[in-house]
């Protein structure tokens, strides 16, 4: 199979791996040299062009399958509605339109969409209730990718963690907020994603990617703090964190948006996690903290 990566950075890169390593063909498209030296670091062919110029794209071979995994960097609403929906419905637009359109197309999308359920379970079947302005264009981009002339399938991702983003000073340093933490490690998120291509599932789908066990964040701080023998973090509730007044909006988005989302989907198509809650995934991340690295 031949499949185009459009966006391919923490998550893309991992992916384009597995399946070369699996016998694909694959192209990593990145904006930037610096990520497509990462790309052919990672022993695979990279093509520089903006997701948003349809003649840049023009360079990028005949794919069969397409996945959108680009990310706005962290920056504000009109980054993102600049990469997720003008990105995306440049490449939809580009790719359909060619001799050999691809059979199938993937976005990966987040769980931000469904704003806040006071902790309760989520799955793909709960009503989307975005927060804020960013998470209602994720939220638009989905609808884009279900009602492409490809046919899409939305793999809704929850938090990203592995190599490069462990964040340990942020919960061994404190203070944690109480809540929910719904996590998913790069390579099951890579992972889930081959699947569904090499499987050819859920088309015209939403597929929520996250691991077994959304975490208590008390809990997890507690537990991650014992593992690496430092004291535990101060914790506060909602309301003593919402209290001060130097939180970025970010910040207080996650404080605000707690649920449990539930993987039965993903679990229910096969897929078997390598890294099924924080326990596993954070084994090396400790290790390396203990050992001083």
């Known amino acids: 199979m031949e499949i185009a990566i459009l966006g391919c950075g923490y998550v893309g890169v991992e992916l384009g791996r597995e399946l070369t390593t ?19 670091e990672a022993g695979f062919a990279g093509v520089r062009a903006d997701v948003t110029d349809p003649d840049a794209l ?47 197309l993937i976005y990966t999308s ?33 609808a884009l990718a279900l009602d492409s002339p490809i046919p899409g399938t939305v793999a809704r991702f929850a938090g990203l963690y592995g190599p490069e983003r462990y964040r340990l000073e942020r919960y061994l340093e404190g203070p944690v907020t109480e809540g929910y933490l719904n996590m998913v490690h790069r390579v099951d998120a890579a992972g889930a994603v081959r699947t569904l291509l090499e499987e050819d599932l859920a088309r015209e789908e939403v597929v929520l990617v996250v691991d077994d066990e959304p975490a208590d964040k008390w809990t997890f701080a507690d537990w991650l703090a014992e593992r690496c023998g430092v004291e535990p973090p101060e914790k506060r509730t909602k309301e003593e964190r919402l209290a001060d007044g130097e939180l970025s909006e970010a910040a207080r988005r996650r404080i605000l948006t707690s649920k449990r989302c539930s993987n039965a989907k993903l679990r229910g198509l096969g897929y078997e996690l390598s890294y099924p809650t924080y326990r596993e995934g954070y084994r090396e991340a400790v290790l390396a903290y203990t050992s001083g690295e």
């Open 58 to 104: 023009s360079s990028v071979p005949d794919p069969d399958a397409l996945v959108f995994a680009a990310s706005s960097g962290g920056r504000g609403a009109n980054a993102a509605r600049s990469v997720f929906v003008e990105g995306l419905e440049t490449a939809i637009e580009h790719f359909s339109g060619r001799e050999q359109p691809p059979g199938r």
């Open 22 to 40: 699996r016998g694909h063909d694959v192209v990593g498209v990145r904006r930037s040299e610096a990520g497509i030296e990462r790309i052919e």
């Open 110 to 142: 987040s769980t931000g969409v469904y704003g806040d359920h006071g902790g309760d379970w989520v799955d793909e079947e709960t009503p989307l209730e975005p927060t804020t302005e960013k998470t209602r264009v994720l939220a638009e981009a989905e």
